[in-house]
């Protein structure tokens, strides 16, 4: 994180000139967002709970970060993160969709117990030499 946000600020310094408000306002953006998901990563650490969403968010946002300073136009690169959304809520909404749209038949159980005892297999032990 700290290596990312380094390269950010030395690359934007050696790549323009100045830095206007702007530059700034988006520089600091993107290192609080860092760091807010660097610390709610931590958190899910301590608790033990999954944390791969706030890991996806933490590469994209570290990869804008590193790639803005080819470009000004790379923060585009935030516009998959509601595609990753759409995505998903799509997956959850076709998967309850697939799931109801075809109930599957009850199976029968047998309650003789005579039956139940002809379908064991019996064992067979072999002593060994």
Known sequence: MVICTTL???GRTFRYDIFDKWEIGEFLLLAGVNYFLYNGINYSLELGVPFESKMDLLIINNAVLVLSII?????????????????????????GLSSTAAPE??????TDPK?????K?????????
């Open 8 to 10: 950010g600020l030395l």
């Open 71 to 95: 470009s000004k136009w790379l923060w585009v690169l935030y516009l998959s993160v509601p595609l990753y959304l759409l995505f998903k809520l799509l997956k959850l909404v076709w998967g």
């Open 105 to 110: 038949a009850p199976v029968e159980e047998e």
């Open 115 to 119: 039956k139940k005892k002809e379908k």
């Open 121 to 129: 297999e019996k064992v067979k032990y072999i002593k060994a030499r």
